[in-house]
């Protein structure tokens, strides 16, 4: 799949971790310690919404999406699973996978402002990326 003319923006380059990319998507973990949170980014120029995508990519990002909650949700043993493209701050599309606990600090509100957030040590990001590598090699 093209991605002619892409460019991250430059807000999830500053508070994301690359992963990996998928057949349509660069997947990036939030760097907020707070809960297991990884965005996708389909790798097209100029996207603000789901439906801006011709059918196709819109099937396959579905695809990577259930892929990679499925997988998070195995790894996490969280109680829900949270999918959302909002895109209010962040105008570039990208779709939010985080697993949320009932005793997580906003739990059951949204995530978005509840807490700073806490960005991960060394230690504990060379862990969580390395139990997240198989995961996005599957996407």
Known sequence: MSDTGFQLHERLAADTVRLGQGPLSDVLLMNDSHWPWVLLVPRVADVREIYELPVSQQQQLLAESACLGR?????????????????????????????????????????????????????????????????????
């Not at 699973?81 to 005793?103: D, E, K, S, Y």
């Open 71 to 139: 997988g998070m949700m195995y790894l996490f043993g969280g109680d829900k699973l949270n999918v959302a493209a909002l895109g209010n701050m962040v105008p570039q599309l990208h779709l939010h996978h985080i697993v949320r606990f009932t005793g997580d600090p906003a739990w059951p509100g949204p995530v978005w402002g509840k807490v700073p957030a806490e960005p991960y040590s060394e230690a504990a990001l060379a862990e969580l990326t390395d139990k997240l590598q198989p995961l996005v090699a599957e996407i």
